[in-house]
């Protein structure tokens, strides 16, 4: 599945611009600037800022959901506002491109996964994803949320704490009972070497 650099290139190629023309047309101070960011891409797709990515869509004259999610076609006026992430409900979700979308795509995917996981998924994505966001990588992170935040579990795991602490407080008071028998025996024993 082409990326995000690969559709900058075929950008490139289609128009028969350099990347000096392009970098120039979406307002880079340096006209190598979008070098850099073509080999950022190719890194990690999350490395690159969807400001600096919705720059390129202007400079390029294509629509930004096109661009970033290689969805609808490069002109298309419908797509041209970008992905449908409510960003501007969730803030947090600025950079975690499509999240909503991927969201429910992965709803759809995978029903046999529990609602506590997609809604800690949700929850804690703003710490965790970055750049354009798939539902495979939504169905990774409810998988393992599934399992880390399963209600059952985490019920056990505090049956188990719970019985731990009692035990813990028995021996505490056995201990206790034991020193209290002890100091009284001592005492015992001086009250008899008195007389």
């Known amino acids: 599945m082409a990326g995000v650099a690969d559709r900058i290139r075929k950008i490139l190629e289609e128009?028969?611009?350099?990347?000096?023309?392009?970098?120039?047309?979406?307002?880079?101070?340096?006209?190598?600037q979008l070098n850099g960011i073509l080999r950022n891409l190719a890194r990690d797709e999350g490395a690159v800022e969807r400001a600096t990515l919705k720059r390129i869509a202007d400079g390029a004259g294509v629509s930004e959901r096109w661009l970033l999610l290689g969805e609808g076609s490069p002109g298309d006026d419908e797509a041209a506002r970008g992905p449908t992430s409510r960003d501007s409900v969730r803030p947090h979700l600025l950079n975690a491109i499509g999240f909503d979308d991927a969201l429910a795509e992965a709803k759809r995917r995978e029903p046999k996964i529990r609602a506590h996981a997609w809604e800690?998924?949700?929850?804690?994505?703003?710490?965790?994803?970055?750049?354009?966001v798939t539902a495979d990588d939504v169905i990774k992170l409810a998988r393992v949320a599934e399992e880390l935040a399963d209600p059952a579990r985490l019920e056990a795991a505090l049956e188990a704490q719970t019985a731990r602490v009692r035990e813990l407080e028995a021996q505490m008071a056995r201990d206790l009972a034991d020193r209290k028998a002890a100091a009284a025996r001592r005492a015992t024993k001086k009250t008899s070497r008195g007389r």
């Open 15 to 32: 128009h028969g611009w350099s990347e000096r023309e392009l970098a120039r047309r979406s307002g880079f101070p340096t006209p190598s």
């Open 120 to 132: 800690a998924v949700a929850g804690s994505s703003r710490y965790i994803l970055r750049g354009i």
